[in-house]
């Protein structure tokens, strides 16, 4: 029992598309697992084969993250199935292409069109196809088999009530044990361990909530593989379902299933990095696990090391407080927190050698503050230049916030701001002293902005191949910042929500909304 891998693009040896094998069958592992009973055969009878979708559904009503199962008819002398040759496109195929197919050849148009997947035999009349990605709900997918030929089509239901779990941890699937993994969702869930079989290799794992063991989230499941030979390198795929407690058998009513979990190969990782040192916090910064944090009023604000880490944090005392997240570059935004109070937290981290820390937290907030971000540029507009560029500045904070002194700074210098009360939740526009607001061919500034007009913007005028930004308050201190994005005449950059440090992008043409909530919010 040897799964197709169909994740490289060279498929066929005859024509350079070799077939990417995973490891053959370990001696002491049991079958491949089917997950569940199979549900009613949802192809025409009178055909030679059958395709069903597990553990049980409609070929034209499919969940996102399934299975399929492949049958030919006993009898029907079409055998044997060769679970290699078992292939899933989005999109239909046509009676050509499948010729091709069939004749070990393929087209770069329908290579594009492969989903990745695993397949394996169950015998020589029966194998199972997994996609090893969430299929999108309302495309259409056809499932083509070259040895014997046929095809079967499917479409993805668009109204699934179950809800769909996302891999979180670790980058890639790949851990230390070859068989771990973190899913997060939305939604709560009970206290919780499934025991669970690793498809294609039948490796036994649990499932229990949280992001490791004795942590406290409750939107997240963590899986962890039973014992498994030191030398299994093989890829494995995480059961269909998170299920109610006390689940027993295999096949289950619908209502049972809490939560679907999102298609991902884990595999032992082979070579692993040294766990991380303790951050280093200095000045105002304080120690926030393997990071460092900056306590504000509503906030906190996270300074990443340079390395790969996930966090849980939840709140032992001082509200609901429950987020997970992974490090980026330019830090995290926890949020909400109340002013003025002292939350204890649970922090969990992971790093990428599989290392956990658990430390328990208590912070100081500080009053309410005003919060004035950069939130849009737009630097190359359809209009005049430099007259109809613009700034657009933000308060996302919960007190009004005053503008004078302030320095709007690029790479041409310093613009002092005007004296100016921008209040929470509004915004303004920084524009130079020509700039029109009522222009014939950029958008207007929505009714209420504040128009902050200064003698120039930069100095003359903001780079349309795009310059790094920065909000100076009068005490010196860095507000803001905006990176150097090239624009097209007629586009902005902005960033996609007001918390967001690291997260920006270019509007649509004629996109800009100057004194309105960015598209993305």
């Known amino acids: ?66 299975r399929l199962r492949v049958r030919l008819a006993p009898g029907a002398g079409l055998g044997p199935l060769d679970a290699t040759q078992l292939m899933l496109f989005s999109g239909e195929i046509t009676a050509g292409q499948l010729s091709h197919f069939a004749d070990a050849r393929i087209s770069e148009a329908l290579q594009a069109r492969l989903v990745p997947a695993l397949t394996w035999p169950l015998d020589d009349e029966e194998a199972i196809l997994a996609p090893t990605e969430l299929l999108e709900p309302g495309v259409s997918y056809t499932l083509a088999s070259a040895s ?12 699934d009530e179950v809800p769909t779990m996302r891999y979180a941890w670790p980058p890639g699937g790949q851990s230390a044990s070859g068989a771990q993994g973190v899913w997060c969702g939305e939604a709560e869930l ?36 039973g014992t498994m030979p030191p030398n299994y390198s093989g890829e494995l795929l995480p059961p269909l379902f998170v299920r109610r407690p006390g689940a027993i058998g295999l096949a289950h009513a619908p209502e049972e299933r809490l939560a679907r979990l999102e ?3 884990l595999a032992r990782r082979v070579e692993l990095p040294a766990p991380l040192a303790s951050a280093d916090c200095q000045g105002e910064l304080v120690p926030f696990g393997p990071a460092c ?23 032992l005392s001082g509200g609901g407080f429950e987020q997970v997240f992974t490090s980026t570059p330019g830090g995290v935004v926890l949020h909400p927190f109340a002013p003025s109070s002292t939350p204890t937290l649970m922090v969990t ?47 996302d904070g919960l007190v009004p916030a005053l503008l004078g002194g302030s320095r709007f700074r690029d790479i041409g210098g310093e613009t002092v701001l005007p004296e100016a009360v921008l209040a929470p939740g509004q915004y303004a526009l920084v524009v130079g002293e020509d700039y029109v607001d009522n222009g014939e061919y950029d958008a207007a500034p929505a009714p209420g902005t504040l128009i902050l007009r ?45 918390k967001s440090l690291d997260g920006f992008m270019t509007s649509e043409p004629n996109g800009a909304t100057p004194g309105a909530a960015n598209v993305e919010e």
């Open 349 to 395: 981290s992971i790093d990428d050698a599989g290392y956990t820390r658990s430390a328990v937290v208590t912070l100081a907030t500080k009053p309410p503050m005003s919060h004035v971000i950069l939130s849009e540029v737009f630097a190359n507009p359809l209009g005049p230049e430099p007259a109809q560029e613009w700034v657009e500045l933000y308060n």
């Open 293 to 315: 944090a900056l306590v504000e009023d509503d906030r906190v604000v996270l300074a990443m090391p340079d390395a790969a880490l996930f966090f849980s944090v939840v709140a």
């Open 263 to 265: 298609p991902q190969l």
């Open 1 to 66: 029992m040897t799964p197709n891998h169909q994740l490289l693009p060279l498929l066929f040896i005859l024509t350079a598309y070799a077939p990417a094998l995973l490891t053959g069958c370990m001696p002491g592992l049991p079958d491949a697992p089917v997950d569940d009973e199979p549900g009613p055969a949802t192809t025409d009878d009178a055909l030679p084969w059958s395709v069903t979708v597990l553990p049980d559904g409609h070929l034209q009503r499919a969940p996102s993250a399934l």
């Open 148 to 159: 014997p030929r046929f095809s079967v089509g499917l479409t993805i239901d668009d109204a």
């Open 454 to 498: 200064v003698p120039r913007l930069g100095k003359s005028g903001l780079a349309n191949s795009g310059e790094p930004l920065e909000l100076i308050n009068i005490e010196g201190k860095v507000l803001s910042r905006f990176p150097a994005l090239k624009t097209k005449a007629g586009r902005s950059v902005f960033r996609i929500a007001p």
């Open 190 to 225: 009970p206290l919780l361990m499934n025991e669970v079989s690793l498809a294609p290799r039948g490796v036994h794992a649990t499932l229990q909530r949280g992001v490791t063991a004795g942590e406290l989230s409750t939107r997240c499941v963590y899986l962890e593989s």
